[in-house]
């Protein structure tokens, strides 16, 4: 687990599947409240995909609209092989990516990930806030293809598998690339921090 990144507890994660799956369920079955639960918990994370993307309000929120109405439309074909969240990311990256046309478009770690340590005083607040924007400077600068595994990974908190199932990239490729940003990162932030 990265320090910098602030993580979801994984101990819920089995919850939280069992929580999707249901919900599903219950969509299926026409219920209008369930997929309302469903859209306001992925929200968030549509919506940071979105801007790394479009880079703006008004084509993000096309483009969480666009999806929510993909995921409600295909909702039935979910056969829960994966989690729900990666089946999810996975129609939102590949109607980014269709909607983008180019893979250049994309730029690492949304404005609101929070990477400050809430418990921390004013001097490690102001350090926390200098390291947060040399971090986000330096994704700017990777490779769009690492920069994008190193969010899933990190930011999104995904296994190696599920950005396979999501990117469509080989397991050995998606370990490779995130190796090499993680590498290229390191030795960044130690020219800008020294």
Same mark, same amino acid.
């Given at each position: 687990?990265?320090?910098?990144?602030?993580?979801?507890?994984?101990?819920?994660?089995?919850?939280?599947?069992?929580?999707?799956?249901?919900?599903?369920?219950?969509?299926?079955?026409?219920?209008?409240?369930?997929?309302?639960?469903?859209?306001?918990?992925?929200?968030?994370?549509?919506?940071?995909?979105?801007?790394?993307?479009?880079?703006?309000?008004?084509?993000?929120?096309?483009?969480?609209?666009?999806?929510?109405?993909?995921?409600?439309?295909?909702?039935?074909?979910?056969?829960?092989?994966?989690?729900?969240?990666?089946?999810?990311?996975?129609?939102?990256?590949?109607?980014?990516?269709?909607?983008?046309?180019?893979?250049?478009?994309?730029?690492?770690?949304?404005?609101?990930?929070?990477?400050?340590?809430?418990?921390?005083?004013?001097?490690?607040?102001?350090?926390?806030?200098?390291?947060? =924007?040399? $971090?986000?400077?330096?994704? #700017?600068? *990777?490779? /769009? @293809?690492?920069?994008?595994? &190193?969010?899933?990974?990190?930011?999104?908190?995904?296994?190696?598998?599920?950005?396979?199932?999501?990117?469509?990239?080989?397991?050995?490729?998606?370990? =490779?690339? $995130?190796?090499?940003?993680? #590498?290229? *990162?390191? /030795? @960044?932030?130690?020219?800008? &921090?020294?």
């Amino acid at each position: 687990m990265n320090p910098f990144f602030k993580h979801d507890s994984k101990k819920t994660s089995h919850d939280s599947d069992h929580s999707d799956n249901t919900l599903v369920k219950a969509v299926c079955n026409g219920d209008s409240k369930a997929f309302a639960q469903l859209v306001s918990k992925y929200d968030r994370r549509i919506r940071a995909l979105g801007m790394g993307f479009f880079k703006n309000q008004t084509d993000c929120d096309d483009f969480v609209q666009e999806v929510f109405m993909k995921i409600f439309a295909n909702i039935k074909n979910f056969r829960g092989e994966s989690k729900f969240s990666t089946w999810i990311m996975s129609i939102g990256y590949n109607t980014a990516i269709n909607s983008v046309k180019r893979r250049k478009e994309y730029t690492s770690l949304p404005d609101n990930a929070e990477i400050a340590d809430p418990a921390a005083g004013p001097e490690e607040t102001q350090l926390q806030a200098i390291t947060a =924007s040399v $971090i986000k400077d330096s994704l #700017k600068e *990777l490779p /769009e @293809r690492f920069a994008m595994c &190193l969010d899933m990974y990190f930011y999104y908190d995904m296994s190696y598998n599920e950005i396979s199932d999501i990117t469509g990239l080989p397991v050995n490729t998606i370990k =490779s690339h $995130i190796f090499r940003a993680k #590498k290229m *990162l390191k /030795e @960044r932030l130690e020219n800008q &921090l020294n």
